[in-house]
């Protein structure tokens, strides 16, 4: 059963304020206009083009795609037939601990990865987001620490670097061997941080793009580093370089691929480089169509940008929203309002988040459903070689010597990179933790549904085995 948390009926005298409305009209306290917005669930409602056609925005941005959700594949499971859990109420717990999280990421947005345990910010970040257990990230010994700040919570995530490998090792693609060194921005700022700013953005407005500086490249070092990657990737890029650094390392496929043993025949069309390559990419569609329903035609989180603007609001006595007090009183507010003037969360891009519904997120639904079968693919307990960390200009990369060094798994590894790119779009601003967390389980769900097709329809006796985001293990 499709179950939203019930915030869109709950807060009547101030209504949807707890939903996605960007791209429509607001007034001037940045709340949506309410016919505009039952505009658009009765397109939602009644799935006519003409009523698509008719939802009336603030401003040239469009919204993006909301037909999309209702779109049919006659491979994996329906798109609608699967579920997300109810996503955090902005009365709750949880949604403070996320949106605490969001603002310090914002406040860690240029400190080195490799400078976390250092650092002044990461280290009061993590001291703050331990007093808020409802966030659900990893933990040492009970507490947040530098260590664990900002990772992903699935097996290998808190194993050696906080990038990994697959975003920093050498890419062999055909006859070329491409470096990962990225382009980064000639004035890397912080976006959205005036009231009149955020407000043009949330009636649908265009913005001036960062000028991207594509002569000094480098590896992924920072948090921008990694929210400027996602904020231009090709959505399934990661998982697809992942595949061919693994079949270019003649990485050891799972033990149930039949051509693992057999001393005549191998794998191509079927069980090999080609099928593997293939499905990877076609799996990340899949993937989109369900993600898109349950943003559109379910849940309709607002972004975490819009929730800045109830948070700026509320503390300017603006407004009584009924948010909960977790967030109104932490640290990484009272530090972005002392840098910035505003209580508003800053973004990493110009334009703040795309025109579509936050939850559940685009790019971790993809990471979960390319990395569940790269994962069902090769032998997850393999050990990487060689593993490599950005040297200190970023321009080159050098052996990594951490106590772990040893233990940086295929299965972690690729962990470890959906988690990099979903908790990516957190880093930009974008999207909240509980999108990475849920996502990427749903993306498993469609993958595992895919794997099953696959193996249905083949002549060889194949089976796949892979390690779920939760620990458990499972056998197609």
């Known amino acids: 059963m499709q179950t939203a948390n019930g915030e869109e009926s709950d807060y009547a005298p101030l209504p949807f304020i707890a939903n996605y409305s960007k791209g429509l009209p607001h007034n001037d306290q940045g709340e949506v206009d309410p016919a505009a917005y039952n505009l658009l669930r009765r397109a939602l409602h009644t799935g006519r083009p003409e009523d698509f056609e008719r939802i009336p925005l603030g401003g040239?941005?469009?919204?993006?795609?909301?037909?999309?959700?209702?779109?049919?594949?006659?491979?994996?499971?329906?798109?609608?037939?699967?579920?997300?859990?109810?996503?955090?109420?902005?009365?709750?717990?949880?949604?403070?601990?996320?949106?605490?999280?969001?603002?310090?990421?914002?406040?860690?947005?240029?400190?080195?990865?490799?400078?976390?345990?250092?650092?002044?910010?990461?280290?009061?970040?993590?001291?703050?987001?331990?007093?808020?257990?409802?966030?659900?990230?990893?933990?040492?010994?009970?507490?947040?620490?530098?260590?664990?700040?900002?990772?992903?919570?699935?097996?290998?995530?808190?194993?050696?670097?906080?990038?990994?490998?697959?975003?920093?090792?050498?890419?062999?693609?055909?006859?070329?061997?491409?470096?990962?060194?990225?382009?980064?921005?000639?004035?890397?700022?912080?976006?959205?941080?005036?009231?009149?700013?955020?407000?043009?953005?949330?009636?649908?407005?265009?913005?001036?793009?960062?000028?991207?500086d594509r002569t000094n490249r480098r590896y992924i070092q920072t948090p921008r580093d990694l929210a400027h990657y996602v904020h231009f990737d090709a959505l399934y890029e990661a998982y697809l370089n992942a595949a061919l650094i693994l079949l270019g390392s003649n990485?050891?496929?799972?033990?149930?691929?039949?051509?693992?043993?057999?001393?005549?025949?191998?794998?191509?069309?079927?069980?090999?480089?080609?099928?593997?390559?293939?499905?990877?990419?076609?799996?990340?569609?899949?993937?989109?169509?369900?993600?898109?329903?349950?943003?559109?035609?379910?849940?309709?989180?607002?972004?975490?940008?819009?929730?800045?603007g109830r948070v700026h609001q509320h503390l300017s006595n603006e407004r009584d929203y009924p948010i909960d007090p977790g967030v109104l009183g932490s640290t990484a507010v009272d530090r972005v309002f002392k840098k910035y003037g505003s209580y508003l969360l800053p973004q990493a891009f110009p334009e703040g988040s795309p025109t579509h519904p936050s939850y559940g997120a685009g790019h971790a639904t993809v990471a979960g459903a390319c990395v569940t079968l790269l994962k069902a693919w090769f032998d997850e307990t393999h050990l990487l070689a060689d593993p490599v960390v950005p040297a200190k200009d970023g321009k080159g990369l050098k052996q990594y010597t951490g106590p772990d060094a040893g233990r940086l798994t295929v299965g972690g590894e690729l962990n470890k990179v959906a988690a990099n790119i979903a908790i990516g779009r957190s880093m930009g601003g974008v999207h909240w933790r509980s999108d990475y967390s849920a996502s990427v389980r749903l993306g498993e769900e469609i993958a595992v549904g895919l794997l099953r097709e696959a193996k249905e329809g083949t002549l060889e006796d194949a089976y796949f085995s892979l390690t779920r985001f939760d620990g458990t293990t499972i056998s197609i």
């Open 60 to 212: 040239p941005r469009k919204l993006v795609n909301p037909q999309c959700g209702l779109a049919f594949d006659t491979q994996g499971p329906d798109a609608q037939a699967l579920t997300l859990p109810p996503a955090p109420r902005i009365d709750s717990a949880r949604n403070s601990a996320e949106a605490v999280e969001l603002y310090w990421m914002a406040l860690c947005r240029d400190v080195p990865f490799s400078d976390f345990t250092t650092h002044q910010d990461a280290t009061d970040a993590a001291a703050e987001l331990s007093r808020m257990p409802a966030l659900g990230g990893p933990v040492l010994g009970g507490d947040v620490t530098p260590q664990t700040l900002f990772r992903g919570n699935t097996p290998g995530d808190l194993a050696g670097p906080y990038v990994s490998q697959f975003l920093l090792k050498d890419i062999p693609f055909g006859t070329l061997l491409i470096q990962q060194r990225q382009d980064t921005l000639v004035r890397p700022v912080d976006h959205l941080t005036t009231w009149d700013d955020w407000l043009e953005v949330q009636n649908g407005d265009t913005t001036v793009p960062d000028k991207r």
């Open 251 to 308: 990485a050891p496929v799972d033990a149930g691929n039949p051509y693992h043993y057999s001393h005549n025949q191998e794998g191509f069309g079927t069980y090999g480089g080609p099928h593997i390559l293939s499905l990877v990419t076609e799996v990340a569609t899949r993937a989109l169509k369900a993600v898109w329903y349950q943003k559109w035609y379910v849940h309709r989180r607002l972004r975490p940008e819009e929730f800045g």
